[in-house]
Nanobody
């Protein structure tokens, strides 16, 4: 059974840091690009960060560039999102996503989300 389980969300003050984790199981983790998305109330889900299957290429939304870092540990089947200098506008539910495409189909898995609240 495919599972992506996020953890690490919390209430933090502006300027603080959090590290989110996503533990994957039930699929071949090393084949998948991994992503973090977030969704704030009343807003569309947006891509925050992405990392290639081998970890060599990363991409970030402009709004988090320089503050957030995505990484993965393929030996642990885990992807991380280090979030520094947090702002109130970072408040959202953060979702882990795994995606792998072939010529015939796309494999696309989602976690349940973890709440990040940045507030004073």
């Amino acid at each position: 059974q495919v599972q992506l389980v996020e953890s690490g969300g919390d209430l933090v003050q502006p300027g603080g840091s959090l590290r989110l984790s996503c533990a994957a199981s039930g699929f071949t983790f090393t084949r998948y690009a991994m992503h973090w998305y977030r969704q704030a109330p009343g807003k569309k889900r947006e891509l925050v960060a992405a990392i290639a299957s081998g970890g060599g290429t990363t991409n970030y939304a402009d709004s988090v560039k320089g503050r957030f870092t995505i990484s993965r540990d393929n030996a642990k089947n885990t992807v991380y999102l280090q979030m520094n200098s947090l702002k109130p506008e970072d408040t959202a539910v953060y979702y882990c996503n795994a995606r792998y495409s072939t010529s015939y189909r796309e494999y696309d898995y989602w976690g349940q989300g973890t709440q990040v609240t940045v507030s004073s």
